[in-house]
Structure formats: structure tokens, C-alpha cells
């Protein structure tokens, strides 16, 4: 089983600074990690995903994140926000054998961006 | 190429009846899965479904049920409803290729139960 722990539920940021959000994540299994940004009223969309290879995952929007597997984390950044970028953004993760498509979402972190 | 579409968009319901939700896959795409949002719980997986085979079911009760048609459409039904089952339902779908992995959402189905 997969369990996927995001400690911050709420980031508040000023526009232009930097931000992280933190995603740790547990499994017996190697699995596949994704981000994914949900806004008002909307369904989720994704940011970047990280199925093998190189550990720093580039997405859309101008966020990248980090696979690190020995601290079983997949941290979202980005090196300067905007007041767009205010939504809940949302760590998973799914099994990489075994050809399901079932997701393992954290909790989610509310990330606020002010003028 | 047109998204994942799941109908309605809002739906009010009284506690007792019962209620059909759809999730219209994007072309091509044989994977569908559905999930719950809440605020209290957050985002919880209610099943899986490829090629019409349901694959994987979430811990839910038995209230809780979904099928998927030869055209990759896919519905849930949710009977005797319960306060408790309001929330935003999310379907995905999805190529299933290995090592390529990626889900699309719909914009969901909002279910109030009063």
C-alpha cells in the first residue's frame, strides 16, 4: 500500500518569491510520483510527473520537482510565484508495476499568493 | 481533442434516493477511474475500470457501484444516499501504456445531498 503525506496545508507567499511545497510519500513498491494543481470549482490538472530517469522533473507553469528516494520525497518549486498560481495543489502517487492507474493523493496544500 | 467530460456538472439529491453520475472518456483512452473529494477526507479512489473489467475498487460500501460501457464510457451510482456522500466526484481516464503513465481529470460532478 502507498501513503502520501504533504506537510504544509497552507503556504502563504508574496507575488515574485520563491516557493516549495513539501511531499513525502511511503511504499513497499516502486511507484510513479505526480503533482497536480486543482482550482476553484475545477478539476485537477497536471503539473509534472516523474515516472524514471533524470530526478529533477520539469512541468508546466515554470514548476519543477525533485525525486528523492532515499528521503521518499517529491518536493514541488518554483522560483517565483504569481498571484495566478493560487490554488491547492495535490502530491500522488501510483504503483509503477502492474498496470494500474490507481492515485494515492496527499492531503493537498492551499497555496495563497499576495499582491 | 475534447477532455474528459463527466455530467452533470451540479446535482442536488435527498437523502434516501438514488443517483447516476457519467464520465465520457477521452478518444481512445480505455481507463477510466473515479474518486471523492472532500474536505474532511480529501481525494479517496472509488475504482478503476479497463475494457469494461472493473480492476481495482476503493474501500467504500457497497452503495457505491460503477460500470463501464464497450465505448469506454464509464457511470457510477451511488444508492440510498447519505449525508455524508456530498462531494465533488472526479472520473480520470487514461492510454494505460506502461511506462507512460498519466491521468486526465473532468471538471467533476458537485453532489449535494440534503
Known amino acids: 500500500a502507498q501513503s502520501v503525506t504533504q506537510l504544509d496545508s497552507q503556504v502563504p507567499v508574496f507575488e515574485e518569491a520563491p516557493v516549495e511545497l513539501r511531499c513525502n510519500y511511503s511504499s513497499s513498491v516502486s511507484v510513479y510520483l505526480f503533482w497536480y494543481v486543482q482550482y476553484p470549482n475545477q478539476g485537477l490538472q497536471l503539473l509534472l510527473k516523474?515516472?524514471?530517469?533524470?530526478?529533477l522533473v520539469k512541468g508546466i507553469n515554470g514548476f519543477e520537482a525533485e525525486f528523492n528516494k532515499s528521503q521518499t520525497s517529491f518536493h514541488l518549486r518554483k522560483p517565483s510565484v504569481h498571484i495566478s498560481d493560487t490554488a491547492e495543489y495535490f502530491c500522488?502517487?501510483?504503483?509503477?508495476?502492474?498496470?494500474?492507474?490507481?492515485?494515492?493523493f496527499g492531503k493537498g496544500t492551499k497555496l495563497t499568493v499576495n499582491p | 481533442k475534447a477532455g474528459v467530460t463527466q455530467t452533470p456538472r451540479y446535482l442536488i439529491k435527498t437523502r434516501g434516493q438514488q443517483v447516476t453520475l457519467s464520465c465520457s472518456p477521452i478518444?481512445?483512452?480505455?481507463?477510466v477511474s473515479w474518486y471523492q473529494q472532500t474536505p474532511g477526507q480529501g481525494l479517496q479512489f472509488l475504482f478503476e475500470y479497463f475494457s469494461e473489467t472493473q480492476r481495482n475498487k476503493g474501500n467504500f460500501p457497497g452503495r457505491f457501484s460503477g460500470r463501464q460501457f464497450s465505448n469506454s464510457r464509464s457511470e457510477m451510482n451511488v444508492s440510498t444516499l447519505e449525508l455524508g456522500d456530498s462531494a465533488l466526484y472526479l472520473c480520470?481516464?487514461?492510454?494505460?501504456?506502461?511506462?507512460?503513465?498519466?491521468?486526465?481529470f473532468g471538471q467533476g460532478t458537485r453532489l449535494t445531498v440534503v
Open positions: 516523474y515516472l524514471s530517469g533524470s530526478t
Open positions: 480520470a481516464s487514461s492510454l494505460l501504456v506502461p511506462g507512460n503513465t498519466e491521468a486526465f
Open positions: 478518444s481512445g483512452h480505455r481507463s
Open positions: 500522488a502517487v501510483s504503483p509503477a508495476q502492474g498496470g494500474s492507474e490507481k492515485l494515492v
